[in-house]
């Protein structure tokens, strides 16, 4: 998949919507989102949710159980909840 990740902001399923910081409208592609979880690299996004994956990087701010980026809320679903909060403090990210 050629994408550019650096400018990627998060990854939403559907047909897996690609979000871009520089475009306005999302990328489409027909890869399951499992498939691009498994291709990005790890250190730089996270599954937060059955529905998304997201630029670590691009996290403006964490309120509760949801994250801001770009102007977006995107839900940290309860699944994912603990892996996100034990990333966050080993890491201390934002």
Do not use: G, W
């Not at 939403?12 to 871009?20: A, G, N, P, R, S």
């Not at 599954?47 to 990087?57: G, K, T």
């Not at 770009?70 to 909060?85: K, L, M, P, T, V």
């Amino acid at each position: 998949m050629i994408c550019r990740f650096k400018s990627s902001s998060h990854f939403q399923k559907d047909y897996v919507k690609i979000y871009l910081t520089t475009e306005q409208r999302p990328v489409l592609t027909l890869m399951t989102l499992k498939k691009l979880e498994e291709e990005l690299p790890k250190n730089n996004f996270m599954r937060v949710h059955r529905s998304y994956i997201v630029a670590l990087d691009k996290i403006e701010r964490i309120e509760r159980n949801q994250l801001i980026i770009n102007n977006q809320r995107i839900n940290i679903s309860e699944a994912y909840r603990d892996h996100f909060r034990k990333f966050m403090d080993d890491n201390q990210f934002l």
